[in-house]
């Protein structure tokens, strides 16, 4: 209903988009979107009221703009602007209503999209083309599905247990897909995927959870592709991380990277941690997040959230901020570029606590990446840096289990202790692995022992555990021996 009411508001000029985006984007369970307008001088609680009866009742009402709610609108404008907002309705905004008078809103035109579904959606017991978008997600969520991929001239896939399977055996047209994108997509972000030709937002589906969704123009038409984000954090015991892990969230100063290959759940397991701080400590956390995936609900810590793009400009930005902002941890949901990786550093460095993910296969890579980033001549200092701030290393893989019945996590851990430390400042990586092997009283794991683990206790296959093993021979016998 609010999402009605926002276009009406901006269908009758009585405010621009932008004003209305700005009482949107700031709606929490304390500030409701009546009350945020009447506080931005657009609606009184007396005017929203009578246009949600005139929008309930199919009954209209007085066709003016409302008197200001108070004397000092947020945002200031000029003669031009007056006049402007008078003039008739523009046509995007009669086309977007008559398309789908249900349309979610999008909360700007910068480089984070984030979109609200309209309503919940009873979750199918099956799907077709003819399926509508919402119906799509509430039915992959309900199968407990992981992914979503909707393709030209395919059937609609979704992963389930680690495997691609087919949702329905009608074939998607270019023509229905793009009406259905069409359809979930408000006319300016539709607009906007044309001219670059990808996209990516979050969906957030009332009673079904969020959804990241990546649009892609192709030779035949626009792919879509959809990540499932669990509805609640998962348990540190749920996951399985090794025990040495709970201490990385016991620092108060560091940094702790979580690695692996995309799509591996690295993010899944960055939220673990992040939430045992939450239930834990009584400190600020700050995440810097491209999308925000999971939305936390703070516990004992009071927890900033921030999307690049639609809250920052830019990751670097946001990182620049969050240091005179005073926060105890800092959450980044990847270090993807030199000025990224060069401010966590610093930050770590400077006495705050920074948990980030990057896309690296194991502990040694994930070292040489974070100094090989830099140009030579500052690699010796970063070097040092790294070995005095570095506290641990989380790299994981997700395998198919041997029943078929899903996916399991395979866990190496590299905890830094005083000798790991002097290797990395002394530039000895080569020889990581096997101070990891003698580092296991200390809690450190290395991929293949977690491999064989789950081997021995029939978890995976032993032919799963060759494909991913930095030692596959040692895994021959044990495949020889089915």
């Known amino acids: 209903m609010e999402a009605e009411l926002a276009r009406e508001i901006v269908r009758r000029n009585w405010a621009t988009k932008e004003q209305v985006m700005v009482c949107w984007n700031r709606i929490t369970n304390e500030s409701s979107f009546k009350h945020l307008l009447a506080e931005n001088g657009i609606l009184t609680p007396r005017q929203y009221e009578q246009l949600k009866h005139a929008l309930t009742h199919g009954t209209d009402i007085v066709e003016q703009q409302p008197e200001p709610a108070s004397s000092s609108p947020s945002v200031a404008q000029s003669p031009a602007d007056s006049v402007s907002n008078h003039a008739a309705p523009a046509p995007e905004m009669k086309r977007a209503e008559s398309a789908n008078a249900s349309r979610p809103i999008v909360a700007n035109d910068s480089a984070a999209i984030e979109l609200k579904g309209s309503g919940p959606v009873a979750p199918p017991s099956a799907v077709s083309p003819a399926s509508s978008f919402d119906e799509i997600l509430a039915f992959a969520r309900a199968c407990h599905a992981s992914d979503i991929h909707l393709s030209v001239d395919k059937p609609i896939m979704i992963r389930h247990a680690g495997v691609l399977k087919q949702a329905c055996k009608e074939m998607l047209t270019a023509k229905m897909l793009q009406a259905g994108v069409e359809d979930a997509l408000p006319i300016d972000v539709m607009e906007r995927l044309n001219a670059a030709g990808d996209l990516e937002a979050v969906y957030a589906l009332p009673e079904c959870g969020r959804f990241r969704i990546t649009f892609m123009k192709q030779r035949h038409g626009i792919d879509v592709t959809v990540r499932v984000v669990p509805l609640k954090a998962f348990t540190f015991e749920q996951l399985g991380l090794p025990e040495s892990c709970r201490t990385l969230t016991k620092w108060a100063q560091g940094m702790v990277l979580v690695t692996g290959p995309a799509g591996c759940g690295k993010s899944t397991t960055l939220v673990t941690l992040v939430e045992m701080i939450n239930q834990s400590r009584n400190e600020h956390i700050i995440a810097i997040e491209n999308p925000i995936e999971y939305v936390y609900t703070p516990a004992c ?11 920052t400009g830019n990751q670097a930005a946001a990182l620049r901020a969050a240091l005179r902002q005073d926060p105890d941890i800092i959450v980044i949901s990847e270090l993807r570029d030199l000025e990224s990786i060069r401010l966590a550093v610093s930050a770590a460095e400077t006495g705050h606590l920074v948990f980030s993910t990057m896309n690296t296969t194991n502990a040694s890579r994930t070292i040489l990446r974070l100094i090989d980033s830099f140009p030579p001549g500052e690699q010796e200092i970063v070097r040092n840096m790294v070995s005095e701030s570095l506290r641990g290393v989380v790299s994981q893989q997700l395998i198919p289990r041997a029943d078929g019945s899903g996916v399991v996590p395979a866990f190496e851990t590299l905890i830094v202790t005083t000798a790991i430390s002097n290797m990395i400042r002394k ?18 794991v290395i991929l293949d022992d977690a491999l064989r683990i789950l081997v021995t206790r029939g978890i995976i296959k032993p032919q799963e555990a060759c494909k991913r093993a930095t030692m596959p021979k040692q895994f021959e016998s044990m495949r020889a021996g089915q």
Do not use: P
Not at 301 to 311: E, L, N, S, W, Y
Not at 429 to 444: D, E, K, P, T, W
């Open 301 to 311: 810590c009071r927890i900033t959230q921030r999307q690049v793009g639609m809250h």
């Open 427 to 444: 530039n000895e990586m080569h020889q990581l692995a096997n101070n990891m092997i003698m580092g296991r009283s200390s809690g450190m």
